[in-house]
Protein backbone atom coordinates (compact mmCIF):
# COMPACT_ATOMS: atom_id res chain seq x y z
CA UNK A 1 0.00 0.00 0.00
CA UNK A 2 3.31 2.22 0.17
CA UNK A 3 1.88 3.13 3.83
CA UNK A 4 2.36 3.70 7.28
CA UNK A 5 -1.01 2.61 7.63
CA UNK A 6 -1.52 -1.43 8.04
CA UNK A 7 -3.33 -2.58 5.37
CA UNK A 8 -6.26 -3.86 6.53
CA UNK A 9 -7.17 -0.41 8.12
CA UNK A 10 -7.00 1.65 4.84
CA UNK A 11 -10.94 2.80 4.36
CA UNK A 12 -13.25 1.66 2.21
CA UNK A 13 -16.55 3.50 1.76
CA UNK A 14 -16.01 5.07 4.96
CA UNK A 15 -14.69 2.56 7.19
CA UNK A 16 -11.55 0.11 7.19
CA UNK A 17 -11.64 -3.22 5.73
CA UNK A 18 -10.94 -5.27 8.48
CA UNK A 19 -14.83 -3.78 9.84
CA UNK A 20 -16.21 -4.72 6.62
CA UNK A 21 -15.08 -8.28 6.59
CA UNK A 22 -15.91 -8.58 10.86
CA UNK A 23 -19.44 -7.18 10.28
CA UNK A 24 -20.15 -9.35 6.87
CA UNK A 25 -19.29 -12.22 9.16
CA UNK A 26 -21.54 -11.10 11.85
CA UNK A 27 -24.59 -10.42 9.83
CA UNK A 28 -24.03 -14.40 8.18
CA UNK A 29 -24.70 -15.23 11.82
CA UNK A 30 -20.93 -15.54 13.39
CA UNK A 31 -21.38 -14.68 16.82
CA UNK A 32 -17.63 -14.91 17.98
CA UNK A 33 -14.67 -13.67 15.94
CA UNK A 34 -11.04 -13.48 16.89
CA UNK A 35 -8.75 -11.13 14.66
CA UNK A 36 -5.42 -12.54 14.14
CA UNK A 37 -2.99 -9.02 14.23
CA UNK A 38 0.39 -8.27 13.75
CA UNK A 39 2.43 -4.94 13.50
CA UNK A 40 -0.15 -2.53 14.07
CA UNK A 41 -2.10 -4.00 16.89
CA UNK A 42 -3.28 -1.79 18.80
CA UNK A 43 -4.66 0.24 15.63
CA UNK A 44 -6.66 -2.59 14.91
CA UNK A 45 -7.79 -3.21 18.17
CA UNK A 46 -8.95 0.56 18.02
CA UNK A 47 -10.94 -0.02 15.18
CA UNK A 48 -12.69 -3.44 16.01
CA UNK A 49 -12.96 -2.77 19.46
CA UNK A 50 -13.76 -5.30 22.43
CA UNK A 51 -16.03 -7.57 20.82
CA UNK A 52 -13.78 -9.01 19.01
CA UNK A 53 -10.64 -11.64 20.24
CA UNK A 54 -7.05 -10.90 19.21
CA UNK A 55 -4.64 -13.32 18.59
CA UNK A 56 -1.15 -12.22 18.07
CA UNK A 57 1.25 -13.66 15.34
CA UNK A 58 4.60 -12.34 16.05
CA UNK A 59 6.12 -13.03 12.86
CA UNK A 60 4.26 -12.80 9.52
CA UNK A 61 5.00 -16.70 8.33
CA UNK A 62 1.51 -16.90 6.30
CA UNK A 63 -1.87 -17.76 6.78
CA UNK A 64 -1.57 -21.26 8.16
CA UNK A 65 0.94 -19.70 10.87
CA UNK A 66 -1.80 -17.15 11.43
CA UNK A 67 -4.68 -19.43 11.73
CA UNK A 68 -2.50 -21.70 14.30
CA UNK A 69 -2.06 -17.90 16.29
CA UNK A 70 -5.71 -18.90 17.26
CA UNK A 71 -5.98 -22.32 18.27
CA UNK A 72 -5.95 -20.95 22.17
CA UNK A 73 -8.73 -18.74 21.89
CA UNK A 74 -11.35 -21.00 19.49
CA UNK A 75 -10.14 -24.29 20.46
CA UNK A 76 -13.72 -25.20 22.35
CA UNK A 77 -15.35 -24.35 18.60
CA UNK A 78 -16.43 -27.22 16.18
CA UNK A 79 -16.42 -25.17 13.00
CA UNK A 80 -14.17 -22.44 11.64
CA UNK A 81 -14.93 -19.86 9.33
CA UNK A 82 -11.74 -18.57 8.41
CA UNK A 83 -11.47 -14.79 6.41
CA UNK A 84 -9.13 -12.44 5.09
CA UNK A 85 -8.74 -9.15 6.42
CA UNK A 86 -8.49 -7.94 2.88
CA UNK A 87 -10.99 -9.35 1.03
CA UNK A 88 -13.76 -7.05 2.14
CA UNK A 89 -16.52 -7.31 -0.41
CA UNK A 90 -17.91 -10.56 0.26
CA UNK A 91 -21.69 -10.71 0.91
CA UNK A 92 -23.40 -12.35 4.27
CA UNK A 93 -25.50 -14.37 1.99
CA UNK A 94 -22.63 -15.85 -0.03
CA UNK A 95 -21.17 -17.10 3.96
CA UNK A 96 -24.23 -18.41 5.12
CA UNK A 97 -24.39 -20.52 1.86
CA UNK A 98 -20.48 -21.39 2.29
CA UNK A 99 -21.56 -22.37 5.99
CA UNK A 100 -25.07 -24.03 5.43
CA UNK A 101 -23.08 -26.02 2.65
CA UNK A 102 -20.03 -27.12 4.73
CA UNK A 103 -22.75 -28.35 7.55
CA UNK A 104 -24.99 -29.90 4.97
CA UNK A 105 -22.22 -32.48 3.52
CA UNK A 106 -20.46 -32.77 7.08
CA UNK A 107 -17.38 -31.55 5.16
CA UNK A 108 -14.11 -31.26 6.95
CA UNK A 109 -12.78 -28.34 4.56
CA UNK A 110 -15.10 -26.10 2.86
CA UNK A 111 -13.74 -23.39 0.48
CA UNK A 112 -14.80 -20.29 -1.74
CA UNK A 113 -14.43 -20.70 -5.46
CA UNK A 114 -15.17 -17.60 -8.36
CA UNK A 115 -15.16 -18.29 -12.08
CA UNK A 116 -12.66 -15.33 -13.49
CA UNK A 117 -11.57 -14.73 -17.25
CA UNK A 118 -8.41 -14.12 -15.84
CA UNK A 119 -6.83 -16.49 -13.47
CA UNK A 120 -3.77 -14.39 -12.25
CA UNK A 121 -2.14 -15.13 -9.19
CA UNK A 122 -5.00 -17.02 -8.04
CA UNK A 123 -4.91 -20.55 -7.41
CA UNK A 124 -6.63 -22.85 -10.40
CA UNK A 125 -9.44 -25.61 -9.04
CA UNK A 126 -9.31 -28.41 -11.05
CA UNK A 127 -12.33 -30.67 -10.83
CA UNK A 128 -12.80 -34.06 -12.37
CA UNK A 129 -15.85 -35.54 -14.23
CA UNK A 130 -17.83 -35.97 -11.80
CA UNK A 131 -17.61 -32.35 -10.58
CA UNK A 132 -15.52 -33.23 -7.16
CA UNK A 133 -12.17 -31.20 -6.56
CA UNK A 134 -9.20 -32.89 -7.19
CA UNK A 135 -6.71 -30.52 -6.51
CA UNK A 136 -6.01 -26.47 -6.24
CA UNK A 137 -2.74 -25.37 -8.73
CA UNK A 138 -0.99 -22.12 -7.56
CA UNK A 139 0.56 -19.72 -10.18
CA UNK A 140 4.11 -20.94 -9.92
CA UNK A 141 2.96 -24.07 -10.77
CA UNK A 142 0.59 -23.65 -13.23
CA UNK A 143 1.54 -23.72 -17.15
CA UNK A 144 2.05 -19.98 -18.03
CA UNK A 145 0.70 -20.60 -21.89
CA UNK A 146 -2.93 -21.38 -20.26
CA UNK A 147 -4.91 -18.83 -20.43
CA UNK A 148 -9.18 -18.18 -20.52
CA UNK A 149 -11.82 -18.59 -18.02
CA UNK A 150 -11.11 -21.06 -14.85
CA UNK A 151 -12.55 -21.30 -11.42
CA UNK A 152 -9.96 -20.03 -8.58
CA UNK A 153 -9.52 -20.44 -4.64
CA UNK A 154 -11.07 -17.32 -3.45
CA UNK A 155 -9.10 -18.21 -0.13
CA UNK A 156 -12.31 -18.25 2.07
CA UNK A 157 -12.45 -21.25 4.13
CA UNK A 158 -14.69 -23.47 6.88
CA UNK A 159 -12.93 -26.52 8.42
CA UNK A 160 -13.78 -29.17 10.86
CA UNK A 161 -11.88 -27.91 13.72
CA UNK A 162 -11.13 -31.33 15.05
CA UNK A 163 -9.62 -32.16 11.09
CA UNK A 164 -7.78 -28.99 10.97
CA UNK A 165 -6.03 -27.98 13.97
CA UNK A 166 -3.80 -31.24 14.13
CA UNK A 167 -3.15 -30.56 10.18
CA UNK A 168 -1.63 -26.81 10.73
CA UNK A 169 1.55 -28.43 11.86
CA UNK A 170 2.10 -30.67 8.72
CA UNK A 171 1.70 -27.32 5.80
CA UNK A 172 5.00 -27.65 4.29
CA UNK A 173 7.40 -24.51 4.32
CA UNK A 174 6.86 -22.22 1.10
CA UNK A 175 9.95 -21.41 -0.16
CA UNK A 176 9.36 -17.97 1.14
CA UNK A 177 9.40 -19.42 4.45
CA UNK A 178 6.16 -18.95 5.44
CA UNK A 179 2.98 -21.32 5.25
CA UNK A 180 0.15 -21.11 3.70
CA UNK A 181 -3.79 -22.49 3.89
CA UNK A 182 -4.32 -23.56 0.48
CA UNK A 183 -1.88 -26.64 0.91
CA UNK A 184 -4.79 -27.98 3.12
CA UNK A 185 -7.12 -28.26 0.74
CA UNK A 186 -4.47 -30.59 -1.46
CA UNK A 187 -3.73 -32.50 1.72
CA UNK A 188 -7.28 -33.03 2.24
CA UNK A 189 -8.18 -34.66 -0.95
CA UNK A 190 -4.93 -36.80 -0.88
CA UNK A 191 -6.54 -37.77 2.68
CA UNK A 192 -9.87 -39.14 1.49
CA UNK A 193 -11.55 -35.85 3.92
CA UNK A 194 -14.62 -34.62 2.65
CA UNK A 195 -13.79 -31.59 0.55
CA UNK A 196 -16.48 -29.01 -1.19
CA UNK A 197 -16.09 -25.99 -2.98
CA UNK A 198 -18.83 -23.74 -3.28
CA UNK A 199 -18.72 -20.95 -5.73
CA UNK A 200 -19.57 -17.53 -5.33
CA UNK A 201 -22.13 -15.92 -8.20
CA UNK A 202 -19.93 -12.38 -8.20
CA UNK A 203 -16.14 -12.84 -8.43
CA UNK A 204 -15.84 -9.54 -7.12
CA UNK A 205 -16.36 -10.81 -3.68
CA UNK A 206 -13.11 -12.57 -3.45
CA UNK A 207 -11.49 -10.12 -4.70
CA UNK A 208 -8.43 -8.98 -2.69
CA UNK A 209 -6.94 -5.21 -1.65
CA UNK A 210 -3.22 -5.06 -1.98
CA UNK A 211 -2.63 -1.75 -3.76
CA UNK A 212 -4.37 1.63 -3.94
CA UNK A 213 -5.72 0.21 -7.57
CA UNK A 214 -7.37 -2.59 -5.96
CA UNK A 215 -8.78 -0.58 -3.64
CA UNK A 216 -9.73 2.57 -5.35
CA UNK A 217 -11.52 -0.68 -7.84
CA UNK A 218 -13.27 -2.15 -4.42
CA UNK A 219 -14.56 0.95 -3.92
CA UNK A 220 -16.18 1.57 -6.86
CA UNK A 221 -17.61 -1.73 -6.43
CA UNK A 222 -18.89 -1.10 -2.86
CA UNK A 223 -20.01 2.44 -3.38
CA UNK A 224 -22.37 0.52 -6.59
CA UNK A 225 -23.37 -1.83 -4.17
CA UNK A 226 -24.74 0.65 -1.97
CA UNK A 227 -26.29 2.82 -3.83
CA UNK A 228 -28.67 0.57 -5.44
CA UNK A 229 -29.53 -1.42 -2.09
CA UNK A 230 -31.42 2.34 -1.08
CA UNK A 231 -32.59 2.43 -4.97
CA UNK A 232 -34.53 -0.63 -4.42
CA UNK A 233 -35.31 0.39 -0.41
CA UNK A 234 -36.92 3.27 -2.17
CA UNK A 235 -34.41 6.17 -1.90
CA UNK A 236 -34.48 8.55 -5.45
CA UNK A 237 -31.03 9.61 -6.68
CA UNK A 238 -31.49 12.29 -9.29
CA UNK A 239 -27.90 10.89 -10.35
CA UNK A 240 -26.58 8.35 -8.72
CA UNK A 241 -23.09 8.41 -9.98
CA UNK A 242 -22.34 11.62 -8.12
CA UNK A 243 -23.83 10.48 -5.13
CA UNK A 244 -21.49 9.00 -2.66
CA UNK A 245 -22.95 7.03 0.44
CA UNK A 246 -20.98 5.26 3.12
CA UNK A 247 -21.83 1.88 4.09
CA UNK A 248 -22.98 2.62 7.67
CA UNK A 249 -25.82 5.24 6.37
CA UNK A 250 -29.05 4.54 6.91
CA UNK A 251 -31.88 6.28 4.24
CA UNK A 252 -35.49 6.37 5.04
CA UNK A 253 -37.95 5.94 2.08
CA UNK A 254 -39.00 8.81 -0.25
CA UNK A 255 -35.89 10.72 0.49
CA UNK A 256 -34.50 12.57 -3.24
CA UNK A 257 -31.09 12.59 -3.21
CA UNK A 258 -29.59 15.28 -5.50
CA UNK A 259 -26.29 15.49 -7.75
CA UNK A 260 -22.85 16.04 -5.82
CA UNK A 261 -24.09 14.90 -2.40
CA UNK A 262 -22.09 12.61 0.42
CA UNK A 263 -24.07 10.90 3.05
CA UNK A 264 -21.10 9.71 5.65
CA UNK A 265 -20.15 8.06 8.98
CA UNK A 266 -23.32 6.97 10.65
CA UNK A 267 -25.69 9.10 9.68
CA UNK A 268 -29.45 8.29 9.68
CA UNK A 269 -31.91 10.83 7.35
CA UNK A 270 -35.35 10.06 7.82
CA UNK A 271 -38.44 9.80 5.17
CA UNK A 272 -39.08 12.97 2.70
CA UNK A 273 -35.92 14.35 3.10
CA UNK A 274 -34.76 15.96 0.10
CA UNK A 275 -30.83 16.15 1.08
CA UNK A 276 -28.66 18.59 -1.79
CA UNK A 277 -27.41 19.01 -4.60
CA UNK A 278 -23.56 19.92 -3.37
CA UNK A 279 -24.31 18.61 0.38
CA UNK A 280 -22.27 16.87 3.04
CA UNK A 281 -23.86 15.10 6.02
CA UNK A 282 -21.67 13.07 8.21
CA UNK A 283 -22.34 11.29 11.69
CA UNK A 284 -26.05 13.26 11.78
CA UNK A 285 -29.03 12.31 12.85
CA UNK A 286 -31.77 13.87 10.20
CA UNK A 287 -35.78 13.80 11.16
CA UNK A 288 -38.52 13.45 8.20
CA UNK A 289 -39.01 15.73 5.98
CA UNK A 290 -36.25 17.91 5.98
CA UNK A 291 -34.18 20.09 3.71
CA UNK A 292 -30.75 20.46 3.10
CA UNK A 293 -29.33 22.38 0.40
CA UNK A 294 -25.50 22.90 -1.02
CA UNK A 295 -24.24 22.41 3.08
CA UNK A 296 -22.21 21.10 5.03
CA UNK A 297 -23.98 19.14 8.20
CA UNK A 298 -21.39 17.33 10.59
CA UNK A 299 -21.95 15.63 14.33
CA UNK A 300 -25.52 17.58 14.00
CA UNK A 301 -29.08 16.36 14.78
CA UNK A 302 -32.11 18.02 13.09
CA UNK A 303 -35.75 16.97 13.79
CA UNK A 304 -38.45 16.77 11.84
CA UNK A 305 -39.17 19.82 9.47
CA UNK A 306 -35.83 21.62 9.42
CA UNK A 307 -34.29 23.68 6.16
CA UNK A 308 -30.73 24.19 6.56
CA UNK A 309 -28.37 26.18 3.58
CA UNK A 310 -27.77 26.92 0.90
CA UNK A 311 -24.03 27.43 1.68
CA UNK A 312 -24.40 26.78 5.34
CA UNK A 313 -22.14 24.99 8.29
CA UNK A 314 -23.56 22.83 11.01
CA UNK A 315 -20.98 22.17 13.39
CA UNK A 316 -20.49 18.88 16.08
CA UNK A 317 -22.88 19.23 18.88
CA UNK A 318 -25.36 21.09 16.68
CA UNK A 319 -29.29 20.44 17.56
CA UNK A 320 -31.85 21.97 15.33
CA UNK A 321 -35.55 21.24 16.78
CA UNK A 322 -38.76 20.51 15.21
CA UNK A 323 -39.42 23.61 12.41
CA UNK A 324 -35.66 25.18 12.41
CA UNK A 325 -35.14 27.16 10.06
CA UNK A 326 -31.28 27.74 8.90
CA UNK A 327 -30.57 30.04 5.76
CA UNK A 328 -27.44 30.48 3.93
CA UNK A 329 -24.23 31.56 4.84
CA UNK A 330 -24.84 30.75 8.10
CA UNK A 331 -22.84 28.29 10.96
CA UNK A 332 -24.26 26.72 14.11
CA UNK A 333 -21.46 24.65 17.13
CA UNK A 334 -22.36 23.45 19.94
CA UNK A 335 -26.37 25.31 20.46
CA UNK A 336 -29.23 24.30 20.31
CA UNK A 337 -31.77 25.80 18.55
CA UNK A 338 -35.95 25.57 20.06
CA UNK A 339 -38.82 24.73 17.68
CA UNK A 340 -39.64 27.46 14.96
CA UNK A 341 -36.86 29.56 15.63
CA UNK A 342 -35.59 31.19 12.19
CA UNK A 343 -31.99 32.43 11.86
CA UNK A 344 -31.84 33.63 8.03
CA UNK A 345 -28.53 34.63 6.99
CA UNK A 346 -25.05 35.48 7.44
CA UNK A 347 -24.90 34.92 11.58
CA UNK A 348 -23.04 32.91 13.38
CA UNK A 349 -24.76 30.92 16.97
CA UNK A 350 -21.85 28.71 18.83
CA UNK A 351 -21.99 27.44 22.72
CA UNK A 352 -25.82 28.95 22.66
CA UNK A 353 -29.33 27.68 24.17
CA UNK A 354 -32.23 29.33 22.01
CA UNK A 355 -35.81 28.96 22.91
CA UNK A 356 -38.58 28.48 20.65
CA UNK A 357 -39.92 31.09 18.15
CA UNK A 358 -36.52 32.98 17.83
CA UNK A 359 -35.76 35.87 15.25
CA UNK A 360 -32.68 35.52 15.07
CA UNK A 361 -31.35 38.64 12.79
CA UNK A 362 -28.62 39.06 10.20
CA UNK A 363 -25.01 39.24 11.15
CA UNK A 364 -26.01 37.96 14.52
CA UNK A 365 -23.04 36.85 16.29
CA UNK A 366 -22.87 34.65 19.87
CA UNK A 367 -19.09 35.94 20.57
CA UNK A 368 -18.64 32.53 22.95
CA UNK A 369 -14.80 32.51 23.27
CA UNK A 370 -12.96 35.06 26.05
CA UNK A 371 -9.56 34.07 24.87
CA UNK A 372 -9.43 31.38 27.57
CA UNK A 373 -12.83 29.35 27.87
CA UNK A 374 -16.01 28.58 25.24
CA UNK A 375 -18.76 30.74 27.18
CA UNK A 376 -22.46 29.91 26.94
CA UNK A 377 -25.14 32.43 25.39
CA UNK A 378 -29.20 31.46 26.53
CA UNK A 379 -31.92 33.15 24.26
CA UNK A 380 -35.30 32.55 25.54
CA UNK A 381 -38.25 31.82 23.68
CA UNK A 382 -40.17 34.36 21.59
CA UNK A 383 -36.85 36.40 21.47
CA UNK A 384 -36.31 38.84 18.89
CA UNK A 385 -32.31 39.78 17.86
CA UNK A 386 -31.79 42.32 15.55
CA UNK A 387 -29.49 42.16 12.64
CA UNK A 388 -25.37 42.39 14.07
CA UNK A 389 -25.99 42.05 17.41
CA UNK A 390 -23.31 41.17 18.74
CA UNK A 391 -24.13 38.41 22.41
CA UNK A 392 -21.10 38.57 24.14
CA UNK A 393 -21.12 35.19 26.44
CA UNK A 394 -21.92 34.81 29.23
CA UNK A 395 -25.02 36.41 28.52
CA UNK A 396 -28.99 35.91 28.63
CA UNK A 397 -31.72 37.35 26.22
CA UNK A 398 -35.07 37.00 28.05
CA UNK A 399 -38.20 35.84 26.88
CA UNK A 400 -40.05 37.83 24.38
CA UNK A 401 -36.95 40.67 24.69
CA UNK A 402 -34.87 42.40 21.86
CA UNK A 403 -31.81 42.94 20.57
CA UNK A 404 -31.61 46.07 18.16
CA UNK A 405 -29.38 46.57 15.37
CA UNK A 406 -25.79 46.84 15.63
CA UNK A 407 -25.89 46.32 19.42
CA UNK A 408 -23.32 44.40 21.46
CA UNK A 409 -24.99 42.93 24.11
CA UNK A 410 -22.37 42.20 27.07
CA UNK A 411 -25.18 42.02 30.24
CA UNK A 412 -28.19 39.82 30.59
CA UNK A 413 -31.30 41.42 28.85
CA UNK A 414 -34.73 40.69 31.14
CA UNK A 415 -37.67 39.01 29.93
CA UNK A 416 -39.96 41.69 27.71
CA UNK A 417 -37.06 44.13 27.67
CA UNK A 418 -35.21 46.09 25.16
CA UNK A 419 -31.19 46.46 24.36
CA UNK A 420 -29.72 49.09 22.44
CA UNK A 421 -26.52 50.63 21.48
CA UNK A 422 -23.33 49.88 21.61
CA UNK A 423 -22.29 48.65 24.17
CA UNK A 424 -26.28 47.98 24.93
CA UNK A 425 -28.57 49.67 27.49
CA UNK A 426 -31.89 48.10 28.67
CA UNK A 427 -34.95 49.78 28.16
CA UNK A 428 -37.72 47.82 29.88
CA UNK A 429 -41.27 46.99 29.00
CA UNK A 430 -43.54 48.78 26.51
CA UNK A 431 -41.76 51.78 26.38
CA UNK A 432 -38.63 50.08 25.00
CA UNK A 433 -40.94 48.73 22.04
CA UNK A 434 -41.87 52.41 20.88
CA UNK A 435 -38.32 53.44 21.41
CA UNK A 436 -35.96 50.83 20.30
CA UNK A 437 -35.46 52.83 16.90
CA UNK A 438 -33.78 55.50 18.80
CA UNK A 439 -29.56 55.77 19.17
CA UNK A 440 -28.65 54.93 22.57
CA UNK A 441 -25.64 57.20 24.45
Not at 104 to 120: P, S
Not at 131 to 147: F, G, H, I, P, Q
Not at 299 to 323: F, M
Amino acid sequence: MRSRRPKVLHPLAGKPLVCHVVDVARRAGVDRCVAVVGPGEQAVRTALGDGVGYARQGEPLGTGHALAQAEPLASDAEHLLVLHGDVPLLTPETLSRLMHSHLEHDADLTFLTACVDEVGGYGEVRRDDENRVVEVVEAVDRDRSSAGRAEINGGIYCFRAAWVWPRLGAIPKAQNGEYYLTDLVGMAVREGARVVAVQAEDADEVRGINDRVQLAEAERVMRERIRRRHLLAGVTMVDPASTYIEADVTIGQDTVIHPNTTLGGGTVVGTECEIGPNSIVRDSSVGARCRIVASVVEGATLEEEVEVGPYSHLRPGSYLCRGVHVGNLAEVKNARLGPNTKMGHFSYIGDAEVGADVNIGAGTITCNFDGVRKQRTVIEDGAFIGSDTMLVAPVRVGRGARTGAGSVVNRDVPAGSTALGAPARVRRGQAARRGEREVSS
